[in-house]
């Protein structure tokens, strides 16, 4: 069974940090890009950032590059989302998601497993 599990959210106050963790179980981890993907109540799924196995193809959206950044474990089939200088507007909940895909992916829609997700809420 393919399980993704997200953990690490919080709240936290506009300019301070989190990391998240996703532990990944059930599939060959190296075969597969991860990535996280964050949802506001009524809005679209929006990636957020992606990372293929040999770390050579890195996603991040716009709205978060220089702030976000994506790392990976193989070792541990872990994968860790570290966000910096959070803002109210990066208030959403973050899952954790993995895609058959040959290079990091984007779009929500191209993710083949999700897991559950985390939720992130950042105060001004």
């Known amino acids: 069974e393919v399980q993704l599990q997200a953990s690490g959210g919080g709240l936290v106050q506009a300019g301070g940090s989190l990391r998240l963790s996703c532990a990944a179980s059930?599939?060959?981890?190296?075969?597969?890009?991860i990535g996280w993907v964050r949802q506001v109540p009524g809005k679209e799924r929006e990636g957020v950032a992606c990372i293929s196995s040999a770390d050579d193809s890195i996603y991040y959206a716009d709205s978060v590059k220089g702030r976000f950044s994506i790392a990976r474990d193989n070792a541990k089939n872990t994968v860790y989302l570290r966000m910096n200088n959070l803002n109210p507007e990066d208030t959403a909940v973050y899952y954790c998601?993995?895609?058959?895909?040959?290079?990091?992916?984007?779009?929500?829609?191209?993710?083949?497993?999700w897991g559950q997700g985390t939720q992130v809420t950042v105060s001004s």
């Open positions: 059930g599939f060959t981890f190296d075969d597969y890009v």
């Open positions: 998601a993995a895609s058959e895909a040959a290079q990091a992916v984007g779009v929500a829609s191209e993710y083949d497993y």
